[in-house]
């Protein structure tokens, strides 16, 4: 028996894996110490625990334990990289280097800069949701300290050619900071084959814990270092204070340990399914994908239905399937989502989009009844649809003249 | 954002979903809103001679709210004079429908569209057009 509702909104949380529960479950009770505690058994059971997932999340990345820096997200360590290089390096210059997909946590960071006297270069993206890397070349100037770009999109999945980012920041001495939120524990992704120098992620996003998340800190070749942003007892190297959040640092690494496990086999299922669902709601009539096919997460896909409205879509069917809409009908500013429009798309066809995070815990039964609902639901709005009704009568809406704009 | 029983219900059961004969002397047609905006509705009105509405129909492309508040639209100016309906107000939407503030938008471009759809088959018959103070919307 299908359960609904069904949860296709992995890229906003994932649901705890049992297995990382069931590691965390004995910190919270009967080993609650606190991992800063040196002289008995409790501090050094907590620290234990720390230590080891701090081996299992280092692992999963290809990097030393010794660079893991425990924070409570990614959002923190968006901050805590961006404004940390900031004040490090402020003798080298004060330019930061980024794009205009980012995620609000990195975009919102460098804006702060720009109001302490920082100065910003926004890189546009292509069509497909790519930065261009000649234009990132030469967007680096003498004064550049840092490059941030995200490794994949939130929204559109669109993996970024990390490699390629990081050759070009050695180049010319600059740092590269990426915001891999979405793509640790989905694809592989290794800090030293990369050349990245900072990376945040979270738990949460990989089927561990919320509240918790790492920021990646090169060590050698070269030495990174941050200044820390909230001051206190000097944990984590003295670049982030805090007592450590011990339980749910042992669920990331349990989450990291089980990523780095089932990887091939989660990643092989997951885009068999996203291909089928993308496959069979395409069959639609002016539906479209957005961002690139090609360099894409796994298990993303985020599909414009033309002529018909996200939220009015969505409530087709939200009560049974839990996804996302690019359409911010709901948020008070009543723009659609930057990114989508960041891609070139017009702001109807960003209203129109609908975005598919499948996961671990996704079924091929799941994903039927979803392609049923979400056809059904499509074809039943755009009967009701005055623009679809003025497409099919081979009306050029853009020859329109809106009213009450 | 939890919709009230009444959106879900016009949602799920929108009355007079259809198309009128717009080049027809007693149809008036309102196209109000914008794709960029998120909200398209589309409301017709067929008046008879003594200038009552006999018929509505809308065509929307919105969120739930907005296909609500037009259906609601159809359902109360069927039986109206044209003249009764110049009287429907915005705020009669966002009380019926418990359209939250960040919805009002969608009372408003149902208000506009029946003034449009009102003016259209005024023009249509050789009276003025009434001039209505310039709504905000979005």
Redesign the interface.
Known sequence: MLKLPIYLDNNATTPMDPRVLEAMTPYFLEHFGNAASRNHPFGWEAEEAVDYAREQVAKLIGADPKEIIFTSGATEGDNLAIKGVYEMYASKGNHVITATTEHKAVLDTCKHLEKIGGEVTYLQVNAEGLIDLKELEAAIKPTTILISIMYANNEIGVVMPIKEISAIARKHGVLLFTDATQAVGKIPVDVQKDGIDLMAFSAHKMYGPKGVGALYVRRKNPRVKVTAQMDGGGHERGMRSGTLNVPGIVGFGKACEIAMLDMEEDTKRISKMRDHLETELLKLEEAYVNGSREHRLPHVANISFK??????LL??FNKNIALSSG?A????S?E?SYVLKALGL???LA?SSLRFGLGRFTTDEQIEYTIKAISETVLKLR???????MYKEGID?STIE???? | ?A?SEKV?DH?QN?KN?G?LDKAAKNVGTG????????????LQIEVDDAGLITDAKF??????S??ASSSLATEWLKGKTVDQALKVDNMDFVEELNLPP?KI?CSV?AE?AIK?AINDYRAKNGLETIKFEE?V??
């Open positions: 002529h018909v409205e996200g939220e009015g409530m087709g359409s009908c709901t948020s008070a009543l659609p017009g702001d109807d209203h009967e009701m649809s005055p623009l679809w009704e809406l809106w009213a009450a704009h | 954002m919709y879900i949602y929108p979903v198309t196209l109000v809103g914008a794709p960029e905006c998120g909200d398209v509705m589309r065509k929307t492309f919105g969120c739930g907005a296909i960040v938008h471009l506009d449009a709504s919307v979005h």
